[in-house]
């Protein structure tokens, strides 16, 4: 199977926008082989590139909320484990949850033989198969776009509640008022309202981050424009 | 030389030292934590899975003496019909018109002249003779029929370890073709492999018109003669509004 195939595999994807709530559906049928997992996930299926931009990820996480070897941590959206195999040697032990099984079983075949590592199936948006007060750092990248607002703001609130007093979160997206992020805004206006696809990329802006941070109880709450056209927000539980 | 226990220096370091062993044990503490609420969680949901399944255990058996009355009552009536066509043969053969016919009934018999048999048409495929399987069927034909079809689904080869190439259902002489090679990876981790069958599962979807039939499901063998796997009667309701 080619990286073009599964490219092509991606586009026809069925799922609306309808069903862009259906989260667990439409990450499911993107996921029906690696490459097409890697390329919905990642949008590229070349595991040095996975490798090189999941290093690139971890610096700015370590720039931003800081990383240590004893930190107990959790990725919310971990897809296929492209951050959570070179993140793992650097932490007491990694979480990788998602909603997609399917994401999952990629992400496991990757993991093998890692030794402090987890993945977790999310029954529905939110968190509720940790308990509180647990980890010291829950990030979310690369998935917000793919979400609605509510469903952003649930897992801010459920980061807040897993995160052990004194925790850190970290949470980004494509910012609006960028050029990338207008262009990925009006490339998506091409699209027949119909036609939608259920996984369209959807813009933050920083407010709605910060607000998101703010309402959920977290301390020192900052948005940083990273060099990667992103902007992350990131917060610290009190306590 | 011992370092003194005065030098801040170290002694800043040991402590430094300790503070960090303390972090580490309390942050394995927390990943065990989640680790066992995990687990907890898993069990749960195993559980919750054990107990649906259970529920739905309890449903079919329920089911099962449903069906298992129905049928009851079916050769009940089945019997009384016999015993009163048995009660009729026998008004028949006490009466005087029967008595009367029996001096020529024996001549023909001592003559030979049986009366000529009908026989009936038998039906355009007759079901296929009976071959030796290893076999089995995921879903029971051994039912009441409700739905206006149903698909039979199970796995089977040849004793003498030849090959199937098509599986057939043969319902009354109507014959359904299904799909046969699906994968079976659990039969061949235990029954080891089949070189002539690597993927013996199979699906036939056929319909079931209310009414009693004959059920044969048949496998070709090596692309030429069919062979029955089984044989059954099967009876087919009408669908309960």
Redesign the interface.
């Known amino acids: 199977m080619s990286a073009d195939d599964a490219h092509a595999r991606v586009r026809r994807s069925t799922a609306t926008f309808a069903e862009r709530s259906a989260y667990k559906k439409v990450w499911g049928s993107l996921a029906e082989d690696s490459e097409m997992a890697s390329l919905a996930v990642a949008g590229h299926t070349d595991e040095a590139t996975m490798e090189l931009t999941a290093r690139g990820f971890i610096d700015m996480l370590r720039a931003t909320v800081g990383l240590g070897?004893?930190?107990?941590v959790l990725e919310i959206g971990c897809g296929i484990g492209r951050v959570g195999r070179p993140l793992s040697r650097e932490c007491?032990?990694w979480?990788g949850a998602d909603i997609s099984g399917a994401m999952l079983e990629h992400a496991a075949a990757r993991l093998r033989g890692v030794p402090n590592v987890?993945l977790?199936e999310l029954a529905t948006v939110g968190l509720q198969?940790?308990?509180a007060d647990?980890?010291?750092l829950v990030y979310c990248t690369i998935v917000f776009m793919h979400l609605f607002e509510w469903d952003r703001y649930r897992y801010v609130e459920e980061a807040y509640r897993v995160l052990?007093p004194g925790g850190r979160c970290y949470f980004d997206n494509y910012p609006l008022d960028s050029e990338h992020g207008w262009n990925v805004f009006t490339e998506a206006t091409r699209y027949p309202p119909d036609r939608r696809p259920a996984h369209l990329s959807m813009a933050s802006t920083r407010e709605e981050l910060g607000i998101y941070l703010a309402k959920a109880g977290f301390e020192a709450a900052r948005v940083h424009d990273l060099p990667n056209g992103l902007i992350a927000a990131t917060g610290r539980k009190p306590g | 030389m011992n370092p003194s226990p005065e030098d801040p220096g170290l002694r800043i370091a040991a402590l430094q030292a300790e503070l960090d062993e303390v972090k580490r044990r309390e942050a394995a503490f927390r990943a065990r934590m989640v680790n066992e609420f995990l687990d907890r969680g898993e069990r749960n949901t195993y559980l919750h899975v054990l107990r649906e399944e259970k529920a739905a255990l309890a449903r079919r058996e329920q089911e099962a003496s449903a069906d298992l009355e129905l049928l009851t009552r079916k050769l009940e009536a089945e019997g009384d019909r016999a015993a009163a066509l048995e009660a009729e043969l026998s008004r028949a053969k006490s009466s005087w018109a029967w008595r009367l016919g029996a001096p020529m009934r024996a001549l023909e018999r001592i003559l030979g002249a049986d009366p000529p048999q009908r026989t009936p048409a038998g039906p355009a495929n007759p079901p296929a003779e009976g071959g030796v399987f290893t076999y089995y069927l995921h879903t029971s034909p051994f039912r009441i029929y409700r739905e206006p079809t149903f698909t039979l689904r199970g796995w089977a080869w040849p004793q003498d370890g030849r090959a199937v190439t098509a599986v057939r259902i043969n319902l009354d002489g109507r014959l359904f073709v299904g799909r046969h090679g699906l994968e079976e990876p659990e039969v061949i981790a235990r029954y080891g492999p089949q070189p002539a069958n690597p993927r013996p599962g199979f699906e036939v979807p056929f319909e079931t018109p209310p009414g009693r039939h004959l059920l044969s499901l048949e496998a070709q063998i090596d692309s030429s003669e069919w062979r029955s796997i089984m044989t059954t009667s099967i009876w087919c309701e009408s669908k309960r509004p």
Do not use: K
């Open positions: 070897p004893t930190d107990v007491l032990q979480f987890r977790v198969e940790f308990p647990a980890f010291d052990r």
